[in-house]
T-cell receptor
Framework: EAQVTQNPRYLITVTGKKLTVTCSQNMNHEYMSWYRQDPGLGLRQIYYSMNVEVTDKGDVPEGYKVSRKEKRNFPLILESPSPNQTSLYFCASGGGAGQGWTGELFFGEGSRLTVL | AQTVTQSQPEMSVQEAETVTLSCTYD???????LFWYKQPPSRQMILVIRQEAYKQQNATENRFSVNFQKAAKSFSLKISDSQLGDTAMYFC???????????FGTGTSLTVIP
């Protein structure tokens, strides 16, 4: 089954404790990206990756890191989480320029993160 | 930078009726893609419909259709014969033709009333 898998789905942590949200896709997609969803703000792009070892900032990258060492994985790293990073996070993937992609994104189920 | 605006935070419609969700956007690009995504209470985001800016014909997918007005930078979604399963948050989204950054609106929460 084609899917994007995020873990953990729910996490409560404390300020300053490093955490990683994993994202994996099994569709051989080139493009992967991370979003945060906040009430009244919609979805905002954090980082995206056009392919392995190619990452770039979205609209709200501060406080986040990513890496793309393998095509299927795109983890989101919060080195020192703060309460303003409490949010619902989504990972998404798409075909990419090399696959005639016209922009459809496949989303994970979301990760609810609370930073105390 | 691109911006996407959804001016209707909440809407409701009677089952079997038709509803239109509004979306406007701002860009200096000529080639781009526009999308409507649905987020039901389960939170799983799924694509409803896609429009390519260079195509003048409005996209349709079964009960879902769009009214794309490129000059006005407007991209509304019409849902015909509304069903209870259409209850969800709907997001309008923009992607440049180069396919890197996505821009989403703030969403419209649609409730279908039995």
């Amino acid at each position: 089954e084609a899917q994007v898998t995020q873990n953990p789905r729910y996490l409560i942590t404390v300020t300053g404790k490093k955490l990683t949200v994993t994202c994996s896709q099994n569709m051989n997609h080139e493009y992967m990206s991370w979003y945060r969803q906040d009430p009244g703000l919609g979805l905002r792009q954090i980082y995206y990756s056009m392919n392995v070892e190619v990452t770039d900032k979205g609209d709200v990258p501060e406080g986040y890191k990513v890496s793309r060492k393998e095509k299927r994985n795109f983890p989101l790293i919060l080195e020192s989480p703060s309460p303003n990073q409490t949010s619902l996070y989504f990972c998404a993937s798409g075909g990419g320029a090399g696959q005639g992609w016209t922009g459809e994104l496949f989303f994970g189920e979301g990760s609810r993160l609370t930073v105390l | 930078a691109q911006t996407v605006t959804q001016s209707q935070p909440e809407m409701s419609v009677q089952e079997a009726e038709t509803v239109t969700l509004s979306c406007t956007y701002d860009t200096s690009e000529n080639n781009y893609y526009l999308f409507w995504y649905k987020q039901p209470p389960s939170r799983q985001m799924i694509l409803v419909i896609r429009q390519e800016a260079y195509k003048q014909q409005n996209a349709t997918e079964n009960r879902f259709s769009v009214n794309f007005q490129k000059a006005a930078k407007s991209f509304s979604l019409k849902i015909s014969d509304s069903q209870l399963g259409d209850t969800a948050m709907y997001f309008c989204a923009f992607m440049k033709h180069t396919g890197n950054q996505f821009y989403f609106g703030t969403g419209t929460s649609l409730t279908v009333i039995p």
